[in-house]
């Protein structure tokens, strides 16, 4: 079976593991970006294969951009232009603004918003040469509105949104759309400890989300059904926002 090959980054925990193993279910070709978290990225390979799917697995720094130039442009030349590229990878390091350190802002801007260039900057002209592609980036509700005490996370979110906006103007003539998921609160370790009787009630589905309801999103605008969507901001917040 000749696969489509999606790269997803951050895929060893929450979101990013959801939607590798919805990609791997779709039958997707998956390669699974971790940086620190190498025994979660060799389980989800491991469950991968064990269901008979495919998986790779890729190790960088997002926020580093000559490891990821390396590491990415060794890639697509041993295994050519991809088909999709899933921007997952992120942190939080959240403070009011009075107390956000030097520190929690680079991080956070480093990683999440320098990210997408450092990621998608190797790999995209292999997509524009093939002339097909689907690019798929995270950004959160927190990009939309602006939470308390994410400044920064906020600050990088948005920017994701509009990146992907001017990146998917780009792209278009090219058959490669490029799309942006907005999660509410997800059921992962990065919401920690959020006071449930303080958000809930501002979420109409009175629930947090699950992963998977992100993953299947992220699927759909990977598929060839969704070949006429682009430069779009899909929400999956339960009705937050």
Known sequence: MDRKKVLI????????????????KAGYEVIAHYNKSSKPAAELKSE????????????????????????????????????????????C????????????????????????????????????????????TIASVSGLMGNRGQVNYSASKAGIIGATKALATELASRSITVNCVAPGVIQTDMIGEVPEDKVLPAIPMGRFGKPEEVAAAVIFLLSDEASYITRQVISVNGGLL
Do not use: H, Y
């Open 9 to 24: 980054t951050g895929a060893g925990r929450g979101i990013g593991r959801a939607i590798a193993l919805a990609a791997a």
């Open 48 to 91: 991968i294969e064990a269901d008979g799917g495919a998986c790779s697995l890729i190790q960088f720094d997002i926020s580093d951009r000559a490891d990821c130039r390396e590491k990415l442009e060794a890639l697509w030349e041993e295994q050519g232009p991809l088909w999709g590229i899933v921007c997952n990878a992120g942190i």
């Open 93 to 136: 390091s959240d403070n009011t603004f009075v107390a956000l350190s030097d520190e929690q802002w680079d991080s956070v801007i480093n990683t999440n918003l320098n990210g997408f260039f450092n990621v998608l900057s190797p790999l995209v002209m292999p997509m524009c040469r093939k002339k097909k592609g689907r690019i798929v």
